[in-house]
């Protein structure tokens, strides 16, 4: 099944400690503005990107070698996925293809067989609009999985699954999934995809799975088990962005305000529920501004707040790839510690063969929003 994807010996091992930034389909596919981010890398601590592949609308951004995205429309090839692997290999990164998995409008809408229905048999639609596949559909599981398949066999290191959970927004109570869904039954089936994406795997790639924030110590009543997870990823990455918190939140009166707190707090839990999984925590962090402004300071705290508890892997998240190099610039020793990654050998031989602006607050809090905020929003 896999005799496309290189023999073990020549998978590579990620670095003790991961040091990553979000990078869009759209600056990827624009090579200046990539080359901008990748250069970081040469400049500070940084080892690692994470690159949209497929978002929540459901357009693959490459040209992917599946059947299904092709009849219906996914494919949208913006990326040169062989001079993507190469430009990241030439600056020494560990390479991360993200895929939003059940949140997919595009599938939903041409495949009503695969999508999450209303109870009157129409598809299904959350409150922006967009129609989300069934979790519980196994047709579902061979679509993302191929996907993430193909991405090994081109040259990215680990797979990162998001969106991995019911909808949170919508009449949630209108939904029907073709069988009564339970709390109980939600976790197992989101925890199940990742055991059957890792099992389908093996040790040819990582996987890693991002979690709302608030999933660490909670059933937000979505799927995600956190331990659950963790016993089939390599890394989970909740998303502990100070700014969604709301006011009171691990005793905190203003966590946005406080990020240190946020991160040590919501680490401390991590770290202790994690014992014993084998899976490792690569906590997102924020660094973007809402209701008070980041900078370096602020990057750096949370940084700051993992390390205190021994972890020294994160990600960084900025929805226009725009970071603060300031925070991250190298430790003393990090030249001598060899924190960078070395592709070997070269993945090309595996393969088939205007600026960045920032924008209002209103439009980065819309962005982000999509993403994680409605860790809050629920209806039953």
Partial sequence: MYSSIPPLSTIKIPPDEVKGIHITSSVASNFKLFKQCLSLADR????????DIKETDGVIAYKADIPLAREIGAIKSILDIDEIIKLCNQHRLYKIARICVFK????AQKRPDMAILDKNGQIWSDF???CWTNPYSH?????????AKDLIIRGFDEIQFDYLRFPTDGRISN????????????????????????????AKG????DVFGLSIDR???IGQDFIGIAKYADFISPMVYPSHYYRGEYGLMDPDAMPYDVINFSTKIAMSKLEGTGCKLRSWLQDFSLKHQYGTVEVQLQIKALSQHGCNSWLLWNPFCKYTEEALMPDEDADKNGNFYIPSPPEEEMLKNESLRLAGLSTISSMIVERCSSDYDFED
């Fill in 175 to 202: 939904c029907w999934y073709g069988k009564e869904r339970n709390n109980k039954t939600a976790m197992i089936t989101i925890s199940d995809f990742v055991r059957f994406c890792k099992q389908g795997l093996g």
């Fill in 139 to 147: 047709d579902v599981w061979e679509y993302n999985f191929s996907l």
């Fill in 104 to 107: 997919d409008n595009l599938l």
């Fill in 219 to 221: 059933d937000l009543g």
């Fill in 206 to 209: 990582y996987i890693s799975v």
């Fill in 128 to 130: 922006k609009g967009c």
């Fill in 44 to 51: 500070t601590e940084l080892n690692a990107v994470v690159i």
